[in-house]
């Protein structure tokens, strides 16, 4: 049975809206939960706990509210109905596969007592009323009703207090303060409502409005015994609303296509309707009497949180301020917490110009939408939030009116992006809320420079990279950013601080890359962020030796290897390694004064960085030849260097 306020519980709900002290609004959630089956929910106010039956893990499981487990209660063998005192003292759980019902202490989440009800009596449901425990007991299709009062120093269990009611699965029972109220669920549906306040249930009234008397899936009580509200399956769908009294049809709560199949109760008479649903809306909430919902929940197929709500499986806190929903997903079963359900949902809103200048006067304005109107004289806390106030500063409030709408004016001391955010913290009726927007404001160009740019340089030269930064406001730090190209090489912070007198800053790059040199100035209230980048090139090291030459002389002031023509140059080309780098060779040949294009080829490098070639074929005597190595980017395999041309090797063939 899950849990009924208490008069007095409603009577400080009410005061506290009413002095209206209402907390912002803390988001919904959905935590996973460990349990392998559902059984029953209820919640203990006092310590902000929630206690959820597995009967198939024979254990109860403790969270907070924000669903994050705190305590588990093993050793229940098939643990199902769980119900709480008006006290939150104790949470009581019928445990058939013990033919027991356990007395769990809320202050330490423990079982505290284990109350027998007596061979192969089976107790399936129970509820708290007029003082005693009350329990449904027996085994399909015979069951009964039981009680027994805690306070007893040893509790006589009563038993066979009703006939028997001979239905297949057990009464759900609902209890408010001396009433307990007995509903068939099923084909055919029935409640019967009873006065316990003597410790024998006398009956007050029995049966079923037409609406509602088939295929009921669950009813909920309300807090002050005056209203039941039934979870009906039948179309068209909805629930329907029933006089205690006289067990009539007071109304009824629509909701889309799905059979409703858990209904809730709040304190104030906010009632909560789920479906099982898969692709429609899950949870309805409807203000009494109303014939439309004013707040749905939906929950998509497979999303995190559960695509369906479990029968029986809504709750709320008992002052109100949050519905509680097991829902179950095929990842698991999720505890959804529905924060502010009893109030109607607000949106807030706030339009500023989308540019302003620091120093001078803006307007903006913004409105509370909601589909309840707003107190005379609601207000909404405006905030501004800026460079110089990074944690926001308060503008005072302002006033909404019968509208919905309100304005303000501020001075922006500071330049940036400038966020105006209107705070509402809720009234009785309506949920906190809050909207913003930013403004660009104005401010001073900043003066940024960074040399080196284009610059090209020799493998390993290292060179200091230098940013000036002009005048500004307050702020002189700056940041140095070096990015060597090559994705293995990540652009990384390698100076922050403030510049010198000079307005200057600097840091020594090793340039065995080309490297992409980043100035950052953050900016500050007055002068603008300026970003600066400078660019400078590295070439590689490339040398190439010949060998197998039966000499080496000199034609004009040009050192040539000699080669007989029957033997093969080889040539050995030693260059900075890179990944997959390859290096072009270039052969030319000397003819009538002038050197000729004679072939080129790509050979790639070892991982050592050397590439041996042996020069081939046929060699025709009398001309004089020249090779070299190269790096060339992009076609070399790569891109991390510069283009890098070796030095010529000269040859020549004799006979």
Same mark, same amino acid.
């Given at each position: ?5 208490? +008069? ?50 024979? /254990? ?33 759980? %019928? ?26 009596? !089976? ?5 708290? +009323? &007029? ?60 409640? +019967? ?18 609406? %509602? ?43 889309? $296509? ?47 949180? &559960? ?14 301020? /949050? ?53 005379? &004289? ?12 990074? /944690? ?17 004016? !501020? ?10 955010? $209107? ?22 160009? =900043? ?19 230098? $940013? ?54 953050? &900016? ?14 590295? /070439? ?31 040539? =050995? ?83």
């Amino acid at each position: 049975m899950r849990t009924v306020a208490t +008069a007095l519980a409603v009577l400080f709900s009410s005061t506290a809206l009413a002095a209206g002290t209402v907390s912002p609004a803390a988001a919904d959630s959905s935590t996973a939960l460990s349990i392998s089956s559902y059984g029953d929910i209820a919640v203990d106010g006092v310590h902000k706990r929630v206690y959820i039956s597995d009967p198939a893990g024979n /254990k109860v499981v403790v969270t907070d509210y924000a669903g994050k487990l705190v305590a588990t209660v093993p050793d229940l063998s098939g643990v199902r109905d769980l119900a709480i005192t008006p006290d939150s003292r104790t949470v009581y759980a %019928a445990v058939p596969g013990e033919d027991a019902v356990v007395a769990i202490e809320t202050s330490t989440s423990t079982a505290a007592a284990r109350y027998s009800t007596g061979e192969n009596t !089976d107790p399936q449901t129970l509820a708290v +009323a &007029g003082g005693r425990v009350w329990f449904m007991y027996g085994q399909q299709p015979s069951h009964h009703l039981g009680s027994f009062d805690p306070a007893q120093s040893t509790p006589e269990m009563v038993l066979d207090q009703l006939p028997d009611l001979g239905f297949y699965d057990a009464p759900e029972l609902e209890s408010a303060g001396s009433t307990l109220v007995i509903g068939i669920h099923g084909t055919w549906s029935g409640l +019967a409502v009873y006065d316990v306040s003597s410790g024998t249930p006398v009956l007050r009234k029995q049966g079923m409005p037409a609406e %509602a008397a088939n295929y009921m899936n669950d009813f909920a009580l309300s807090a002050d015994a005056k209203q039941i509200v039934a979870a009906s399956g039948e179309s068209p769908y909805a629930a329907t609303a029933i006089n205690t009294d006289d067990l009539s049809r007071t109304g009824g709560y629509p909701v889309e $296509a799905g059979n409703p199949n858990s209904a809730a109760i709040a304190p104030d008479g906010t009632i909560a309707l789920s479906t099982f649903s898969w692709y429609d809306k899950d949870i309805f909430i409807f203000k009494p009497g109303a014939k439309t919902p004013y707040r749905t929940y939906t929950y998509d197929l497979n999303t995190s949180g &559960g695509d369906t709500i479990a029968g029986q499986g809504l709750t709320w806190a008992p002052d109100g301020s /949050k519905l509680f929903a097991i829902a179950s997903g095929n990842s698991g079963t999720y505890l959804r917490v529905l924060d502010n359900a009893t109030r109607y949902p607000v949106k807030a809103s706030v339009s500023a110009p989308a540019k302003a200048t620091r120093g001078k006067k803006l307007s903006a304005t913004g409105k509370l939408t909601s589909d309840k109107s707003f107190p005379a &004289g609601s207000t909404v806390t405006i905030t501004r939030t800026d460079i110089d106030s990074p /944690k926001g500063k308060s503008l005072g409030t302002k006033t909404v009116s019968s509208s919905g709408t309100f304005s303000f004016t !501020d001075v922006p001391p500071a330049g940036g992006n400038v966020t105006y955010t $209107a705070q509402y913290g809720g009234d009785a009726t309506h949920a906190p809320a809050s909207g913003k927007d930013t403004v660009a404001v104005s401010r001073t160009a =900043t003066s940024l420079t960074l040399n080196h740019n284009g610059s090209l340089y020799s493998y390993g030269t290292d060179v200091s990279f230098t $940013a000036h930064l002009g005048s500004t406001y307050k702020n002189r730090t700056v940041e140095l950013w070096v990015n060597p190209f090559g994705s293995d090489k990540p652009n990384k912070l390698v100076k922050t601080g403030k510049v010198n007198s000079k307005g200057n800053l600097s840091t020594t790059v090793d340039m065995t890359r080309d490297t992409t040199v980043t100035a950052v100035f953050a &900016g500050d209230a007055r002068s603008a962020s300026k970003t600066v980048k400078a660019t400078a090139y590295a /070439k590689v090291k490339v040398s190439t030796s010949v060998s197998k030459q039966y000499k080496t002389a000199k034609i004009g002031s040009t050192s040539y290897a000699y080669f007989h023509k029957k033997t093969n140059p080889v040539f =050995t080309t030693t260059m900075t390694y890179y990944k997959n780098r390859s290096h072009r060779l270039n052969l030319e040949i000397y003819y009538q004064g002038k050197w000729y294009d004679a072939g080129s080829q790509y050979f790639k490098l070892g991982t050592n960085g050397k590439s041996v070639v042996t020069l081939t074929g046929t060699h025709d005597t009398g001309y004089r030849m020249r090779m070299r190595a190269s790096y060339i980017n992009g076609s070399s395999g790569d891109n991390v260097n510069s283009t890098t041309y070796g030095a010529w090797k000269y040859f020549y063939f004799t006979k």
